[in-house]
């Protein structure tokens, strides 16, 4: 796949990895649309990328699902055709089981998981019209394996590898991709934000996370991933490893991790 002159519509695009894929893919002759849920910080992404007037604002909220259908057609009146879905929208959390509310776990479901499945469903229509379309989900290795205080996060990334795997079988008849995007440890403020037992966000970066890629090496990693058409990608340092311990040593992987220091 090449991105020229392509519709590519990025959610998550305020902040990290989706702030650092409007600045690349601007590089790239294509038009973007940026989604968050804060308009202010999408128009300062907009204002210093390269090609600004080639990017569209559409802020919403991937909490709100029935409001999905509406949020698709007010994407496709920009450029009427989107080409490729970054679904890169999401929350984390760091808090044990026996700590957190279940409201954090229904949070984490409804924006991690049913908010991406939602506007998954609205798009699918355009893209089988079209007999075209692009789906390039950021998961996380917690998708693959878990970790301790990360326990509803983990739950969530792992529904959507059930549920758009799913998606890719039904409709490679329609020519609709899916690249799963796994990411290891990257330096953003996702540590910053994720959530704790009570619902507030942690408000302090961790160890793994300050030591995980730099957010642009990722990002242009990600993008080739992308542009291949890959089914499923792991994105990282030493902890992508743990991916294919869980598959062939999974009592090997639960004690190097339990081992750990990755709170």
């Not at 409001?67 to 496709?76: F, G, N, P, W, Y």
């Not at 920009?78 to 026996?98: A, E, W």
């Not at 796994?182 to 330096?187: A, H």
Request: hydrophobic share 40%.
């Amino acid at each position: 796949m090449r991105f020229q002159n392509k519709i590519i519509w990025i959610t998550g695009a305020s902040s990290g990895i989706g702030k650092e894929l409007a600045f690349q893919l601007s590089q790239q002759n294509c038009k973007l649309i940026l989604s968050s849920r804060r308009e202010d910080k999408l128009i300062e992404v907009q204002k210093l990328s390269q090609t600004p007037e080639h990017i569209a604002i559409l802020p919403f909220d991937l909490e709100k699902h029935e409001l999905m259908h509406s949020i698709v057609e007010k994407a496709l009146s920009f450029y009427n055709k989107i080409d490729v879905i970054i679904l890169n929208g999401g929350i984390s959390q760091r808090s044990l089981i026996i700590d957190t509310d279940i409201n954090v776990d229904k949070k984490l479901i409804a924006v991690d998981y049913l908010g991406n499945v939602a506007l998954a469903k609205a798009i699918l229509p355009h893209f089988v019209e079209n007999k075209n379309g692009h789906f390039a989900v950021v998961s996380s290795v917690m998708g693959k394996f878990g970790s301790p205080y990360r326990s509803g996060y983990c739950g969530a990334k792992h529904a959507l590898h059930g549920f758009f795997d799913v998606l890719r079988m039904e409709h490679e008849k329609d020519n609709i991709k899916v690249t799963m995007i796994c990411p290891g440890f990257v330096n953003t403020d996702i540590a910053r934000n994720a959530l704790i037992g009570d619902g507030s966000p942690l408000n302090q970066q961790d160890i793994g996370t300050q030591n995980g890629l730099a957010v642009d090496v990722f990002t242009r990693k990600m993008i080739n991933a992308i542009k291949k058409e890959a089914f499923e990608v792991y994105i990282g340092k030493s902890e992508i490893k743990g991916v294919y311990m869980k598959r062939f040593f999974p009592k090997l992987l639960h004690r190097l991790v339990l081992k750990s220091q990755v709170r």
